[in-house]
């Protein structure tokens, strides 16, 4: 048998190398093998840090009697879901369709065309050997009728992901429709919205603070300073050494499920920042900064970018790197600190996990609390973690997906401008902040020249690479819109030309290659691979929808450039989304996010002065932006920077520029006029 995953890129393919169930990448030659045979086809999604996939693989993709009945009687395809988000949209539609639910591990059978006749999850293995037995019975004497159904599954696939709908103005009632059913949906005792499993909210909370911004309203920064810090008290978060798992499964936010993936962690980043820097908490403050030593530590690969995810599990068992008893705590500590290790992470004879484990969760305030606290808490933080570390370790999914270290650029570039507005040699942990934002400026640079010198390819964007070679699956829409926005964020933080001009390109080749009718975008570009149905799907789930990160980028972009075409795309896409927007916000949360930003203005703020590090405009401008705004700050006539074109010094003096929508105010040269200005 051919070990043909041997030299794939993805990791999660890799894990299926050895299995006996004779595997195909994606690709003609595994349907022409199908069509050849004249036998169904098995496309099995997964990625690989996935729990259940890893259970599925165990219980039946190892085992000799399973893999048989599918070398015998199928061709047996192996996707990753984060490598191929195309092929895994096509056949979630077709999942949600015929079972009225989706996930992962995803079991699809299909004609040897791609057709999908059947689909499902996880299945034990019983119940999946005696599948394999049915469809292989069906499919040599009921044809007719298993065609029929694959030709009804293709229709409800079209129809689902169909583009040329009705469309609105995303105006402010819409907005605040928004705003108004997720205080509905909200649940006020847990924070965050609906119940077990429980996701973190993170592109809602975005939502939410700019729509408080622009709005005053109360509850909606109450509902994201409640949420923020259940989560952050919760186990949910690694209490010792940042990061937030993929979701709860619980109400709240006790036990995760403890894969840590970089896009959560890059868009959370983004809430606790923007928190931080709107109300000075404390508590937003310290996860703001973990979580970006988080992902410099832990996610970054020196020389390439930001890795996939951590790992459910550890050697089979999940939880078993983060889980502890009272006696561990003991053991790691002594008896004094460790009983008090044990009141203060809630950790219980009885266990909140499994086998008496318990999961950490911060049951006592810290943030506030007395000088002497925090020093211990910080020290049983540190001996906690040195122990932690001499347990085994999950693995890491260690390829680069272009739209999530986007996301990660992005959320560092905001971290690193609150950062520096708020620093200050008096703080009690000013080197641990300093030692931070070094390494995560650091990693958020290599991530974006390994995008921008691997992932681009003859003008076109590549979605994943690992080990510093680049993939061969084509970027889709949220590649373009995810790295076309940090560009842009990396092109206000560096005052360098060359991430504006890069950012231009990629929303050119998405304007040209993946517009659909009205103002719509596939997911797919024109000269894809064709699939059983191009995918085009506007709502925001784990990530930010094609739709939603281009428009993101499109504003960015227009209000960096002074190119109102941009700002044209980008509204007709948010208007082929606004109908969804104020029903279902809870899936419309970052086109709801750029939203605000195109109904504050963008404003575009440009300081000239000598010390862009250290002007108190410049700081003004990152601590009172408008929703969406954009700063650049440098000398005047700055090469490569539009914004900062033909705007002298004043009498000598720094000055600040605002526009709104292109047009622009008197240039200001005093704080309090600027804070006037943006207010």
């Given at each position: 048998?051919?070990?043909r995953?041997a030299?794939?890129?993805s990791p999660?393919?890799q894990?299926?190398?050895d299995n006996?169930?004779d ?6 030659d595994?349907?022409e093998e199908?069509k050849?045979?004249d036998v169904?086809?098995l ?8 729990h259940w996939?890893h259970?599925m693989a165990h219980e039946s ?12 009687n ?7 879901r984060e ?5 895994d949209a ?7 369709a015929m079972t009225?639910q989706g ?5 699809v059978?299909a ?6 006749f059947?689909?499902?999850?996880y299945?034990?293995?019983?119940n ?6 049915s469809i292989?019975t069906?499919?040599?004497e009921?044809r ?7 030709a009804?599954m293709?229709?409800?696939i079209?129809?689902a992901q169909a583009?040329?709908g009705?469309?609105?103005p995303l ?5 605040d429709a ?6 509905s ?16 909210p993170?592109m ?12 005053g309203?109360?509850?909606?920064l ?11 008290r919760?186990g ?5 050494a940042g ?6 499964v619980?109400e709240h936010?006790?036990?995760p499920?403890f ?17 931080w820097?709107?109300?000075g ?7 703001a ?8 530590d832990e996610?970054?690969?020196?020389g ?6 951590l790992?459910?599990?550890t050697?089979g068992?999940?939880g078993?790197?983060y889980?502890?008893?009272?006696a561990?705590?003991v053991?790691a500590?002594?008896?004094?600190d460790?009983r008090?290790a ?5 950790v ?15 049951a006592r305030?810290v943030?506030d609390?007395a000088p002497?606290?925090r020093?211990?808490w910080q020290q049983?933080?540190g ?11 999950p693995?890491r999914?260690?390829?680069?997906v ?5 996301l990660?650029?992005t ?10 507005l708020y ?17 995560a ?7 974006a020249e390994?995008l921008a ?11 994943v690479s690992?080990?510093?070679t680049?993939?061969e699956?084509a ?13 842009c964020?990396?092109h206000?933080?560096t005052?360098e030309g ?5 950012a231009?390109?990629l929303?050119?080749?998405a304007?040209?290659r993946?517009?659909a009718p ?11 691979e064709?699939l059983?149905?191009?995918p085009?799907d506007p709502t ?6 094609g739709r939603s ?6 504003v960015?972009y ?21 109908p969804i927007v104020g ?7 970052y086109a709801?996010t ?5 109904l504050s203005g ?8 000598d010390d862009?590090a ?14 969406g ?6 000398q ?5 920077v539009?914004?900062?074109a033909?705007?002298?010094?004043v009498d ?6 605002v526009?709104r ?6 240039p200001v040269t ?8 943006l207010?």
């Open positions: 048998m051919a070990n995953l030299w794939a890129t999660y393919l894990q299926h190398k006996p169930v595997w195909w990448p994606w690709g003609d595994a349907f199908a050849r045979r169904p086809v496309i099995s999604v997964g990625y690989s840090s996935c996939c259970v993709f190892e085992n000799e009697q399973v893999a048989a009945l599918l070398n015998d199928f061709v047996s395809i192996k996707v990753d490598e191929r988000p195309d092929v096509v056949y979630l539609t077709a999942t949600q009225g996930g992962w591990p995803m079991t059978f004609a040897p065309d791609g057709t999908p059947f689909c499902g999850t299945f034990p293995r019983p999946f050997t005696q599948l394999l037995q292989t069906a499919w040599r009921q007719e009728a298993v065609v029929r159904q694959g009804a293709v229709e409800a079209g129809g583009v040329g009705p469309t609105a105006d402010a009632p819409l907005l928004a705003a108004g059913r997720l205080a949906e909200y649940d006020a005792t847990n924070g965050g919205f609906g119940g077990a499993p429980k996701f973190p993170h809602n909370l975005l939502f939410l603070l700019r729509h408080h911004q622009r709005t309203d109360p509850r909606s109450e509902m994201t300073r409640h949420t923020a810090e259940a989560m952050a919760g949910i978060y690694d209490q010792l990061g937030f798992a993929r979701y709860s619980d936010w006790t036990v499920h894969e840590k993936m970089l896009y959560d962690n890059a868009l959370l980043l983004r809430v606790y920042t923007q928190l820097r709107l109300t908490d404390p508590l937003a403050r310290r996860v900064r973990d979580t970006a030593r988080f992902l410099a996610l970054h690969r020196p390439e970018g930001f890795l996939s995810a790992d459910a599990d050697e068992v999940e078993l790197t889980a502890w008893t009272p561990q705590l053991e500590l002594g008896e004094e460790g008090w044990a009141d203060l992470f809630a219980t004879d009885d266990g909140t996990f499994e086998h008496g484990m318990s999961v950490l969760k911060l305030d943030d609390a002497e606290v020093a211990r049983v933080v001996r906690l973690l040195s122990a932690r570390d001499s347990r085994p370790q693995a999914d260690d390829k680069v272009a739209a999530w270290n986007g990660a650029i959320a560092i570039v905001e971290f690193l401008q609150v950062a520096a620093a200050s040699p008096q703080d009690e942990d000013a080197n641990l902040m300093d030692g931070v934002t070094i390494v400026d650091g990693a958020m640079r290599d991530a390994h010198g691997v992932h681009l390819v003859d003008g076109r964007l590549r979605r690992r080990d510093g680049v993939g699956p970027g889709v829409l949220e590649d373009y819109g995810c790295v076309a926005e940090a560009f964020a990396l206000q933080l005052g060359r991430w504006l001009t890069l231009g390109e929303l050119d080749t304007l040209a993946f517009a009205g103002g719509a975008f596939y997911d797919t570009a024109d000269d894809a064709r059983v149905a191009r085009a925001d789930n784990a990530t930010p929808s990160a281009l428009v993101a980028g499109l960015a227009s209000a960096l450039s002074g190119e109102p075409r941009y700002r044209e795309a980008a509204e007709a896409a948010l208007a082929t989304v606004a029903q279902h916000p809870r899936f419309t949360g709801a750029v939203g605000e930003a195109l963008p404003y575009e703020i440009a300081v000239v002065t862009p250290g002007d108190p405009l410049v700081a003004a401008a990152h601590r009172h932006a408008p929703p705004a954009v700063v650049v700050a440098g005047p006539d700055q090469s490569g539009p914004l900062l033909d705007r002298p010094l000598g003096r720094s000055a600040a520029y526009c929508g292109f047009v622009c105010q008197r005093s704080v309090e006029e600027l804070v006037a200005e207010g």
